[in-house]
């Protein structure tokens, strides 16, 4: 298994930035792919970035040219450049790994508030 420790959320602006952190317990290498999700009050869990072993990485249109999602292995640590930032990206961040077709597992989640 793994344990994903989430941090660098908060309050900002429209317009503004903020950097999500999400540290694995164990080697980037060893993980299939590593997933930042978001959830709204009232709305489902929606995928936001994905990055995968190879280096693959793929984004949901509503963040697409705003968001970079990053991983450095030596820290064991992906990143979730967040840009331009809107009220509707309010959401509880979710960081999440994919371990195998049947195991993945997930943080706890970080608060990201943008006010208007």
């Known amino acids: 298994q793994v344990q994903l420790v989430e941090s660098g959320g908060g309050l900002v602006q429209a317009g503004g930035s903020l950097r999500l952190s999400c540290a694995a317990s164990?080697?980037?290498?060893?993980?299939?792919?590593m997933n930042w999700y978001r959830q709204a009050p009232g709305n489902q869990r929606e995928l936001v970035a994905t990055?995968?072993?190879?280096?693959?990485?793929n984004y949901a249109e509503s963040v697409k040219g705003r968001f970079t999602i990053s991983r450095d292995n030596a820290k064991n640590t992906v990143y979730l450049q967040m840009n331009s930032l809107k009220a509707e990206d309010t959401a509880v961040y979710y960081c999440?790994?994919?371990?195998?077709?049947?195991?993945?597992?997930w943080g706890q989640g970080t608060q990201v508030t943008v006010s208007s």
């Open positions: 999440n790994a994919i371990l195998s077709w049947a195991s993945n597992a």
């Open positions: 164990r080697t980037l290498d060893s993980i299939n792919a």
């Open positions: 990055i995968t072993r190879g280096g693959s990485i």
